[in-house]
């Protein structure tokens, strides 16, 4: 079982920054994928980034690239979201997601989900 906690959302300006933190407990293998999810209102679930557990190798989706950086602190059982530059349409709830072995961009293939947390970016 892996439990995971979002933290690191709020309001913020266009323009601006803010870093999402998921603390992770319970067992994380070496093979997982960590991801992060992000939901506006009235929109589907939709992948923003992920990263292997092991290794670091990452995957974001092309309209985050160049704002977005996802890493993860191994010894903190701690993964990351640090978004700079953001613009109105990155307003969302934003969840992370565990997966054992290699995962890719949908959400079905996660096993586990935290709670979310809320992003709202001002214009």
């Known amino acids: 079982q892996v439990q995971l906690v979002e933290s690191g959302g709020g309001l913020v300006q266009a323009g601006g920054s803010l870093r999402l933190s998921c603390a992770a407990s319970?067992?994380?293998?070496?093979?997982?994928?960590l991801a992060w999810f992000r939901q506006a209102p009235g929109k589907e679930r939709e992948f923003v980034a992920n990263?292997?557990?092991?290794?670091?190798?990452?995957y974001y989706v092309d309209s985050v690239k160049g704002r977005f950086t996802i890493s993860r602190d191994n010894a903190k059982n701690t993964m990351y979201l640090q978004m700079n530059s953001l613009k109105p349409e990155d307003t969302a709830v934003y969840y992370c997601?565990?997966?054992?072995?290699?995962?890719?961009?949908?959400?079905?293939?996660?096993?586990?989900w935290g709670q979310g947390t809320q992003v709202t970016v001002s214009s």
């Open positions: 997601a565990a997966g054992l072995g290699l995962r890719g961009v949908a959400g079905r293939e996660y096993d586990y």
């Open positions: 319970g067992r994380i293998f070496s093979e997982n994928t």
């Open positions: 990263i292997r557990w092991i290794g670091g190798s990452t």
